[in-house]
């Protein structure tokens, strides 16, 4: 999570992880599950997607994890009536080892914020059963380019934003080919990688700041010195989104991923 903070605003997120959901819901379209699946949800949030991923295998176990201990917490009181059945931890997927290896794991919004992808493969590759299957998506491709224009231009504006120019931010976006490789070599099969794109329009200035300030860019405030820079930013980006081509939208691109431990079950 280089230049990433580990901890989230939870309850924010709670609120505003509509978007996270709803490409969450497509991730889970295309799993096609048994149902009595042993699964790892890889980065699990506050949990929103993961009690549907539960009714999806209403005869398996689902173990959620996440870095984020207040997200940890939040999830525990989203999925708390789906105990024991479901179970929540706190995990750093770069160093994840599972007691019993998993059937499926499905991450969705989480691989972008681990930069080093070979690591982090290994890892989940090591979570699996022979056989079994890691279903994800995360931002990828030319994700969020335009908001990253917009950071860049504000900063080279205003002195007190110095800290972000040059800084490629915290993310890691592959585009369809890298991740395929990078999935190859960690020793997964059967690898399908995609992009698409999922614009989010979020209709006005005041939804938009929200999103900026405690999703999309937590780290660049994290990086900013105090208070007053970090509304500076928040105002700057919001007044050059309004005066863009797709004003108050966040431009979004998912990086699709599957792949198969290799052995049979
Ligand atoms: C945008 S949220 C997505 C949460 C959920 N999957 C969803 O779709 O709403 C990204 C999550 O990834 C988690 N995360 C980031 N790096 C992580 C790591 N190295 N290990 C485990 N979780 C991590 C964060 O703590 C955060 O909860």
């Known amino acids: 999570m280089s230049g990433a903070p580990r901890e989230w605003d939870a ?11 709803a490409w969450g819901r497509r991730v889970l379209e295309r799993l096609r599950p048994r149902g009595d699946e042993d699964v790892l949800d890889a980065g699990c949030g506050t949990g929103r997607l993961t009690a549907e991923l539960a009714a999806a295998v209403p ?25 024991p059945r479901v179970r929540v931890q706190v995990a750093d997927l770069r160093d994840i080892v ?20 070979p690591r982090l493969f290994s890892a989940l ?9 890691l279903v994800a ?4 491709g030319p994700n969020l380019a335009g908001v990253r224009e917009l950071v860049r231009r504000a900063a080279e504006d205003d ?6 120019r040059g800084w490629p931010g915290p993310w890691e976006f592959a585009d369809a080919p890298t991740a395929a490789a990078r999935l190859r070599a960690a ?3 059967r ?4 992009v698409e794109a999922a614009p989010v329009p979020l209709g006005g200035p005041e939804r938009f700041r929200d999103h900026l300030r405690a999703v999309t860019l937590r780290s660049h405030l994290a990086r900013l010195g105090d208070d007053d820079a970090r509304a500076a930013l928040l105002d700057a980006v919001t007044d050059l989104s309004a005066a863009g081509d797709a004003p108050f939208t966040l431009d979004h691109w998912r990086l699709n991923l599957e792949g198969v431990r290799p052995g049979s079950g």
């Not at 599972?98 to 992808?117: C, G, N, Q, R």
């Not at 590759?125 to 299957?133: I, K, N, Y």
């Not at 998506?137 to 990828?140: A, E, F, H, L, Y």
């Not at 690898?191 to 995609?194: A, E, G, L, M, W």
């Open 11 to 21: 309850a924010a997120y709670h609120r505003l992880s509509d978007p996270q959901l």
């Open 59 to 83: 005869d398996g176990t689902v173990l959620a994890v996440d870095a984020s201990v207040a997200m940890v917490e939040q999830a525990r009181r989203t999925l708390a009536d789906l105990a």
């Open 125 to 133: 590759l090591g979570c699996l059963r022979p056989g079994g299957r």
């Open 137 to 140: 998506q995360c931002g990828g």
């Open 191 to 194: 690898v399908r990688t995609s």
């Open 98 to 117: 599972l007691a019993e290896p998993v059937d499926l794991i499905v991450s969705t919004a989480v691989f972008h914020h681990i930069p080093d992808h």
């Open 187 to 189: 020793g997964f099969a």
């Open 159 to 164: 002195l007190r934003l110095a800290a972000l």
